[in-house]
């Protein structure tokens, strides 16, 4: 009598996953965010992305046209200091034929008040190009946040020479010489506080953070959240009220 026929073993059954599929339309298929490729993608408005946000070339070229334009608002800032800022007296007098220059008002507090009104000035504008910098981007971004205050400090540097510049001339002694003896004339325009330079870029890095903090956007929750747990009966179904 002979053995009965076995069927041969049935081959080794392939998943759907394991299996390749040409992808359909010309469109590659979507990847799947349970693949344990080292990081997840997730969907966002019906498509994939690995990471949020543009590139860091389109990143990097807005912060250089960010800190372009906000230093540029370091020429009015200039002007403004120029034009507000308190003037100190001085006067000449010739001493052994040598020309010596005074000030007129050795207790005044001009000096002072030029240093306060760049610094109240530059604060201004700190606050100005934050909250415009915020409107017109309001993602933010490491890059830009370097890129407000580079163009802070640039700008504060830029008006401190102008106002300089527009000010009265550096050659005091040459000034006397042409006002005459013990006639009062206007000491050049001089910041004594460097400090105050650090006023926008400190006031606009302060702002912009914390605006973006407040109002900035807020990144999507990648994961959905837990499903309810339902107790069991003992028969595997639910179990009720």
Do not use: C
Not at 34 to 63: F, I, L, N, S, V
Not at 163 to 181: F, I, N, T, Y
Request: glycine share 12%; proline share 11%.
């Amino acid at each position: 009598m002979s053995a009965p026929l076995t069927p041969p073993p049935p081959p080794h059954e392939h998943s759907a996953r394991d299996a390749w599929q040409p992808p359909s339309d010309g469109h590659a298929a979507a990847p799947d965010p349970q693949r344990k490729t080292g990081h997840a993608e997730y969907p966002r408005h019906g498509r994939w992305y690995e990471q949020d946000g543009p590139g860091m070339k389109t990143e990097m070229r807005e912060a250089a046209v960010t800190a372009v334009a906000v230093a540029l608002g370091g020429v009015l800032l200039g002007v403004l200091w120029w034009w507000l800022a308190p003037r100190v007296p001085l006067v000449g007098d010739v001493v052994s034929g040598n020309w010596v220059v005074y000030l007129k008002d050795t207790e005044g507090e001009q000096a002072v008040g030029v240093d306060g009104t760049f610094s109240l000035l530059a604060l201004g504008f700190g606050v100005v190009s934050a909250l415009a910098v915020f409107l017109v981007r309001r993602r933010g971004g490491v890059p830009l946040v370097v890129a407000l205050a580079v163009g802070g400090l640039l700008g504060s540097l830029l008006a401190w020479r102008i106002g300089v510049w527009l000010g009265p001339a550096q050659d005091v002694v040459a000034q006397a010489r042409s006002a005459g003896k013990g006639v009062t004339f206007d000491a050049p325009l001089k910041l004594n506080a460097k400090g105050a330079l650090l006023a926008w870029p400190f006031a606009a890095l302060v702002l912009h953070l914390g605006l973006t903090a407040l109002f900035g956007p807020r990144d999507p929750d990648h994961f959905p959240p837990p499903d309810p747990y339902v107790p069991q009966g003992p028969h595997g179904a639910a179990s009720g009220s």
